[in-house]
């Protein structure tokens, strides 16, 4: 048996250090791995024995890039467990920070990492004699995502004003008048990038089981297809060339992320947003994990939509704080946020107001096994027509479609 191995050196344009091999035998490609190579990071260690007013703080520490949805996350598994209630502006405003997470995290990724795939250049900076304009656009619309971060959360990386029962500080009225003027004016640059990530060709595995929060930005269950359940449905399998898990539901891969949000809840879309999503519906319907790329451009022209209309209602409305009043000390919570990436967990066991026990499950974790798929299927159906070079290529395009959180990924393994 002849055996030989196509290396994926380390990816380029993702967060983190990963790589992937391609295994060919005979001739046939027989298997693709997903190598998640950074080392295991101890969050549900670090949290144990800690009071659960400093653990959402210590949550945001996982991730720059995604550190509010970490934060909610956190304090919705938080106040499930103890019995908080939070009033609805406190809702509104968390709702607020996720949106602003998504618009600089989907700016990020389309306009900085994925983009210059679609037009064959090694990375943006290439680019900016030609498309330096629409760059300076990507760029625009990720500096309001920090804006709403920093307003909301605290800071524009690792805030620390997302508490159990609400917020540390809460944001003036000439704040979220900010936010909703800005949100208002940048749909029309993100309506262009959309356009353009529609002209991508199908490729990447089409998706099994897309799974969602059962509501658009968080709920207390998850839908995996036709199926509503929890997260101890999913099967986390330990492998030994990766430091992440993979995720299964019913021995199937699972995606997760903005395409699965579409597929499962393209029917919450209103406005602008809806009206591309009607015109490009045949691709997002495909299942194709390229795209995902389409999806986050989509949903990026609905999360500016909503952060101005969020922004608005608050002003209106004006902003009801509440304040953090546990009904127990002990108990069990789950939180289930939608992070730009796609379902992310935590999970606490509370005794005396101290954590017990604690996990978290993130996008990335949740779609490694859908990657491999995808790679295997795409090497299956390019190799022997594409040189070595030109396929990993290709390849690693479809890595960067998922838009991996490597770092957020590696978490406690028990063998």
Known sequence: MVVM??????????????KAEIVIENGTVKDARVKILEGPRFF???????????????EARICAICYASHSIASVRAIENALGIEVSESVE????????????????????LLALPDVYGYPDAISMVSKYGELIKEGLTIKALGNMIRE???????????????????YPSERELEKIAKHARALVRFARRIVNIFATQEPRGAKIEVPMVTSEYLWGDELIAGNDR?????????PVP??????????????????????????????????????????????????YNNLAQAIELVYALEVASKIAEELISEGIEKST?????????????????????VHHYRIENERIVWSNTITPTAFNQGMMEKSLLEDARNMFGKESETTLKSK???????????ISCSVHVVRL
């Open 241 to 290: 060339y990766s430091f992440a898990k993979h995720s299964y539901y019913k021995g199937k891969p699972i995606f997760v992320g903005a395409l699965a949000r579409l597929l499962l809840k393209g029917s919450k879309l209103e406005g602008e947003a809806k009206r591309l999503l009607d015109s490009y519906k045949e691709k997002i319907k495909s299942g194709h994990v390229i």
């Open 324 to 344: 953090c009043e546990p009904s127990e000390k002990s108990g069990e919570g789950i939180g289930y946020v939608e992070a730009p990436r796609g379902v992310l």
């Open 229 to 237: 359940i929890q997260y101890e449905d999913i099967e986390e399998v």
């Open 151 to 169: 307003t909301i959360a605290g800071r524009e990386i690792h805030g620390i004003n997302v508490k159990p029962g609400g917020f540390g500080r």
């Open 5 to 18: 191995i196509i290396e994926l050196d380390e990816f380029t344009r993702v967060e983190g250090i990963g």
């Open 44 to 58: 549900e260690v670090l949290t144990l024995g800690r009071h659960y007013m400093d653990v959402p703080d210590l």
């Open 395 to 405: 390849l690693e395009e479809v890595v960067r479609a998922f838009d991996p959180c």
């Open 92 to 111: 509104k405003l968390r709702e607020l920070a996720l949106w602003g997470e998504i618009i600089e995290s989907h700016a990020l990724h389309l306009y």
